[in-house]
Antibody, heavy 121, light 108 residues
Framework: EVQLVQSGVEVKKPGESLKISCKGSGYSFANHWIGWVRQTPGKGLEFMGIMNPWDSDVRYSPSFQGHVTISGDKIISTAYLHWSSLKASDTAMYYC??????????????WGQGTQVTVSS | DTVLTQSPGTLSLSPGETTTLSCRASQRIGSSYLAWYQQRPGQAPRLLIYGVSNRATGIPDRFSGSGSGTDFTLTVSRLEPEDFAVYYCHQYGNSPITFGQGTRLEIK
């Protein structure tokens, strides 16, 4: 059974750094691109970026380029989303997701359970 | 960016009814790369339909998708209590990929 298990709830202050994780199991992690989707009540679902776990090649949505860093470790089947300096506007639910097709194409066929990030002073 | 506009925003229906949800794209979606997801309260989205009309694994045939170009629909037949949720369309044919804002299906 394919599973993406994300790290837990985070409460941080503006300016702090944060790295959340997503561990894949039940499939060959290196064979499917994996990415991140943000969900907020105001903007809904937003694609942030996608990574090839095989070589860590990352493609960012222009809206998120420069503000977050996506990385991964295929040895432990884990992807990461990192902020160096959080803002209140980063408060959201973050989902990791697996892309079905080759080279990061196709639909999202599996989602993690979500990590709620709250940034508040 | 390809903007996906879903309508209506909210639907109030009773179990057993059939409904059609709409997703309209601001530009043609390449290669019929459109999917639908269901999100129940407190849960992650779940893939229902991909490639406009292909049901994902384990999805009952009460769910069907159709459309082409810029206009797409999701039909849910014989609504079950567990079908009352939020539904999102998603295009992955144009870069960057985008999602609709969702249609909430609620029990009347």
């Amino acid at each position: 059974e394919v599973q993406l298990v994300q790290s837990g709830v985070e409460v941080k202050k503006p300016g702090e750094s944060l790295k959340i994780s997503c561990k894949g199991s039940g499939y060959s992690f290196a064979n499917h691109w994996i990415g991140w989707v943000r969900q907020t009540p105001g903007k809904g679902l937003e694609f942030m970026g996608i990574m090839n776990p095989w070589d860590s090649d990352v493609r960012y949505s222009p809206s998120f380029q420069g503000h977050v860093t996506i990385s991964g470790d295929k040895i432990i089947s884990t992807a990461y989303l990192h902020w160096s300096s959080l803002k209140a506007s980063d408060t959201a639910m973050y989902y990791c997701a697996r892309w079905a097709g080759v080279a990061g194409t196709g639909e999202i066929d599996y989602w993690g359970q979500g990590t709620q990030v709250t940034v508040s002073s | 960016d390809t903007v996906l506009t879903q309508s209506p925003g909210t639907l109030s229906l009773s179990p057993g009814e059939t409904t059609t949800l709409s997703c309209r794209a601001s530009q043609r979606i390449g290669s019929s790369y459109l999917a639908w997801y269901q999100q129940r309260p407190g849960q992650a989205p779940r893939l229902l339909i991909y490639g406009v009309s292909n049901r994902a694994t384990g999805i009952p045939d009460r769910f069907s998708g159709s459309g082409s170009g810029t206009d797409f629909t999701l039909t849910v037949s014989r609504l079950e209590p567990e079908d009352f949720a939020v539904y999102y369309c998603h295009q992955y044919g144009n870069s960057p990929i985008t999602f609709g804002q969702g249609t909430r299906l609620e029990i009347k």
